[in-house]
């Protein structure tokens, strides 16, 4: 059980590592429109090839583009699972956000109440 955790865990990290990274979140959600190759991927940000596919191999390790190479051209693919995955991690502390939101929102009115009690 507990090595189900760890190695679950450890596909997270990549995960979220991968996510980390500005350039490579604008990359997702490039292909979250259409498949792309590197090339195109690595031109809205004015970089090589070489670099484009650095960060797309980062993607890859983390489980979230597939490539596909037909000859010269690496078509990549968005696989959205393991967002899903990752979504259903951080949906586990969602509770904790909504509790403080509402006692931050109670508390707002009430000093907005007191404020008008004021006036």
Not at 11 to 24: G, S, Y
Not at 56 to 62: P, T, W
Not at 91 to 103: A, G, K, P, Q, V
Request: net charge positive; glycine share 4%; hydrophobic share 45%.
């Amino acid at each position: 059980m507990f090595n189900h955790m760890v190695e679950q865990f450890a596909h997270l990290d990549a995960v979220f590592h991968a996510l980390a990274d500005p350039t490579r979140r604008a990359m997702l959600g490039h292909l979250a429109e259409r498949e792309l190759t590197i090339g195109e991927l690595a031109t809205p940000f004015s970089m090589s090839f070489a670099g484009a596919s650095k960060h797309v191999r980062v993607l890859e390790h983390a489980g979230l583009v597939t490539r596909t190479i037909r000859g010269r051209t690496h078509l990549c693919r968005l696989q959205a699972a393991r967002l899903a995955e990752a979504d259903a991690w951080l949906r586990r502390y969602e509770r904790f956000w909504n509790d403080r939101l509402d006692s931050l929102e109670a508390l707002l009115r009430a000093e907005d109440e007191a404020q008008a009690k004021k006036k």
